[in-house]
């Protein structure tokens, strides 16, 4: 399996732009987790998905930002109006239940800029 | 609130030497430890992990120990080496799952 896919690996925006990230899981996975990795927070979970319905999304900062998973291989983080300070990098990973207790595949991430 | 802290953002140590990662938590619901390890520009990959029943856990040169009534858990390499060098996070899980911040370990030739 290629593992988990994000794409763009990086994107630089300015303040007040729509920007969207992009996650493909691993086949066969059923959860499916987005993170943001601050220097100051370290990985923080936004929202966790399970059989591609949001389950937890307490972590999401704002209204600002929104996460859909459509289907079982993809699924998007928006954050719209972007702002300076949503700069960081997001992380999409992936498991096979939840019973390996946080044993997730990454992604390579993507490293966002907002100007 | 961090509920998991690293308090050390960096660590050096010499090729060969014990490299010492620590962590604490402040939810005594937690029960299960992860430990993952990033290099740059990848995801973290996941190292080790320990139930919080056991109070250690080993895997070649990598144990991970586990102190409940202090709420703190440590990541011990023995022999380090170079390809080491990386930032460890380490992770607990309860009904949600938090991480650290991270530590940049270096492992000096």
């Known amino acids: 399996d290629a593992g988990v896919i994000q794409s763009p690996r990086h994107e630089v925006t300015e303040m007040g732009q729509e920007v969207t990230l992009r996650c493909k899981p691993i086949?066969?996975?059923?959860?499916l987790f987005w993170y943001r990795q601050t220097m100051m927070r370290g990985l923080e979970l936004l929202i966790y998905?399970?059989?591609?319905?949001?389950?937890?999304d307490s972590g999401m900062p704002e209204d600002r930002f929104s996460a859909k998973m459509p289907n079982a291989s993809f699924s998007t983080l928006k954050i719209q109006p972007s702002e300076p300070r949503d700069s960081a990098v997001y992380f999409c990973?992936?498991?096979?239940?939840?019973?390996?207790?946080?044993?997730?595949?990454f992604g390579a991430g993507t490293r966002l800029s907002v100007l | 609130d961090q509920q998991v802290k690293q308090n050390s953002p960096s660590l050096s140590v010499q090729e060969g030497r014990i490299s010492i990662l620590n962590c604490d938590y402040t939810?005594?619901?937690?029960?299960?430890f992860l430990w993952y390890k990033k290099y740059p520009a990848e995801g973290p990959t996941f190292l080790i992990s320990?139930?919080?029943?056991?109070d250690k856990n080993e895997d070649g040169r990598f144990t991970v120990f586990l102190n409940k009534s202090a709420k703190h858990l440590s990541l011990h390499i023995v022999p380090s080496q170079p390809g080491d060098s990386a930032v460890y996070f380490c992770?607990?899980?309860?009904?949600?799952?938090?991480f650290g911040t991270g530590t940049s370990l270096t492992v000096i030739p």
């Open positions: 990973a992936s498991s096979r239940g939840l019973a390996n207790r946080g044993y997730q595949y």
């Open positions: 086949s066969g996975h059923d959860y």
């Open positions: 998905f399970n059989n591609n319905v949001p389950i937890d």
């Open positions: 939810n005594s619901m937690f029960d299960y």
């Open positions: 320990i139930s919080s029943i056991k």
């Open positions: 992770a607990a899980s309860g009904n949600q799952f938090y």
